[in-house]
């Protein structure tokens, strides 16, 4: 796979200090990473995360406040605690504990990616070079852009996944002659008014040098791609607060990724409207639900409910999942990850109405799987995102 959003740096031992900003729909994360050389594991030495509150009734406007508000007071933690414990490390006589800069981390809807295979048929044999592949790349983002003309969107990463001479994949393709090109690639754009403002909130507490965004989706298949390089076709699903980011890899690559709105907050959103409840005490029940703590009149009372919106999220999943194409088989090998309510998706993932003969292998993201890359520093919290996106950063080359 080839990366061209980022050139990594010869590291130098012990690593680099990197600050990570990871922007979801439902929190703010921050931390503190020292990026080590490939082969050496990578450590997380600072980590805060901040919630971000939600309401029965939300609009862009407060969920942008809600946001910059999360970014300030996470950079504001990282800048005073973070870089006082990394003050605090030995780290090498030669070490100086400055940031190298900030990476970027954003999820839906922060961030839109799109996945495209694009081909180019000649009609003779043709000399392939870098610009023609350049050329196939800078027509995906003029019609991604084009779709969007209404938004200031600016490219932040592009991702060139596989290159294909005359229906062969190939790593080196620059001099060799072809009649077709076919490349596979991914593009992630964002609004170059809201970058500005989140790097504004950030800098008043982190003059960093230099400033790098991501996808989380691409980062995370990235993050997988190296954790999980013994398996080669799975989807990975990530509800989080307000979104549901999905990934499909077949043959080790990534063939699609998209996002749905319907997120844990929707679901207790939905809970909380039906049962005339406030969105905790919504949140409480499916909780109690989820372990199997209620009465069985209160369970009897509350499943309809709750199997009627996870149909929803389940109609959603396969409706978006559509758009990779009919011919596209699903994966049946599933990692799911979920900050609260994983048995919710679990169970609904296990029995999905519009696809019965589908019958899926669940696996839940764990730290052991990450533990040959990443280390924890004590007291930590110990996100398994950070350590996923820690990974991908540090392979990148």
Request: hydrophobic letters at 40%; glycine letters at 6%.
């Amino acid at each position: 796979m080839i990366f061209s959003s980022l050139s990594k740096k010869e590291n130098k031992a012990p690593g680099e200090l990197w600050a990570l900003i990871d922007i979801q729909s439902g929190l703010v994360r921050g931390s503190i990473v020292l990026l080590s050389p490939k082969g050496i594991q990578s450590r997380v030495i600072y980590t805060i995360q901040h919630a971000l509150p939600h309401k029965s009734e939300m609009n862009s406007g407060y969920i942008t406040k809600t946001m910059l508000h999360g970014v300030a007071e996470v950079a504001a933690l990282l800048a005073r605690d973070g870089m006082q414990r990394v003050r605090g490390l030995d780290l090498g006589r030669d070490f100086r504990p400055e940031l190298c800069g900030i990476h970027y981390i954003l999820s839906s809807p922060w961030v839109m990616s799109q996945t495209k295979r694009v081909k180019v048929s000649y009609g003779k044999p043709t000399a392939i070079s870098r610009s023609s592949v350049a050329a196939i790349i800078d027509k995906a983002r003029e019609e991604l852009e084009a779709g969007m003309k209404d938004f200031d969107a600016t490219l932040i990463e592009q991702k060139i996944f596989e290159v294909k001479l005359n229906g062969y994949s190939v790593t080196e393709y620059e001099g060799k002659t072809a009649n077709d090109l076919d490349v596979s690639c991914a593009l992630s754009i964002s609004s170059k008014k809201m970058l500005q403002r989140i790097s504004n909130e950030v800098q008043r507490y982190l003059h960093a040098k230099q400033e790098h965004h991501h996808s989380a989706l691409l980062l995370e298949y990235a993050g997988l791609r190296a954790i999980l390089h013994q398996h080669n076709e799975y989807m990975v699903i990530h509800a989080h607060s307000e979104l549901t980011d999905v990934v499909v890899v077949k043959n080790n690559m990534c063939v699609f990724i998209s996002s749905f709105p319907f997120g844990i907050a929707t679901i207790i959103r939905k809970m909380a409207k039906t049962l005339r409840q406030s969105m905790p005490a919504a949140d409480s029940l499916l909780t109690l639900f989820d372990g199997g703590k209620l009465s069985d009149e209160e369970r009897a009372r509350i499943s309809p409910i709750i199997n009627e919106i996870g149909k929803g999220w389940v109609h959603d999943l396969f409706a978006t999942l559509a758009h990779a194409g009919e011919t596209m088989v699903i994966p049946r090998n599933i990692i799911l990850s979920a900050h609260s309510h994983f048995s919710f998706f679990a169970i609904e993932l296990n029995s999905p109405p519009s696809a019965p003969e589908y019958k899926p292998n669940i696996a839940a993201l764990e730290l052991p799987m990450i533990a040959d890359f990443i280390t924890y520093d004590p007291g930590q919290e110990r996100s398994l995102r950070i350590g996923i996106y820690t990974t991908a950063l540090a392979s990148l080359e």
